[in-house]
């Protein structure tokens, strides 16, 4: 893929220097300005969202972030989308880049010991019983408490819905 138009983008940070430490992969889990003029060193960046780009409820600085997202898609070999919709908003601004974008799910660090613990009837009901829950009736959110989660418009929805008095937060 190649990018044109704009300011240009943010110098990247030669790698190179990782092939002499037998590296042949520089992984980033963040949009970086890196590069490797060796082929064969490749460099895979991670891209979460555009969030940045796409509302004011970020601190981070939405023109660094955008220069520092198009030197990564200049110049990465593989650039992994932790979701199809993550993909899906990097093609509608960069289609030129479809090849080398991919979507690689994250996984729950779980043990196999854990993941058949889990599927246990006695725990579950161990489980909710101490949270004082019940099967199928309950939200369960996992994320950060930020502005730009909107989670106090999650906590107001519940409140407005049909399905509150059934579904206690």
């Given at each position: ?23 042949k992969v520089a992984l980033s889990t963040a949009p970086l300005a890196i590069r ?66 991919h979507v690689v799910l994250q996984p729950v660090p779980a043990t196999q010991s ?49 399905h509150a008095k059934d579904l206690p937060l």
């Amino acid at each position: 893929c190649r990018l044109s138009g704009g300011k240009p983008l943010a110098s990247p940070l030669n790698v190179d220097f990782l092939h002499r430490m037998g590296a042949k992969v520089a992984l980033s889990t963040a949009p970086l300005a890196i590069r490797a003029r060796r082929h064969d060193v490749k460099v895979i960046q991670t891209v979460h969202d555009l969030i940045v780009l796409n509302t004011n409820a970020h601190d981070l600085d939405r023109a660094k972030f955008k220069r520092r997202l198009e030197a990564c898609l200049e110049h990465s070999d593989a650039i992994i989308a932790v979701s199809e919709h993550t993909r899906q908003e990097i093609l509608a601004r960069y289609p030129e880049c479809a090849d080398r974008v991919h979507v690689v799910l994250q996984p729950v660090p779980a043990t196999q010991s854990l993941i058949e613990l889990s599927g246990d009837e006695d725990v579950q009901r161990e489980v909710l019983a101490k949270f004082g829950l019940s099967r199928q009736n309950f939200l369960f959110y996992v994320g950060a408490i930020e502005v730009r989660k909107n989670v106090a418009r999650l906590i107001a929805a519940h409140g407005v819905s049909q399905h509150a008095k059934d579904l206690p937060l």
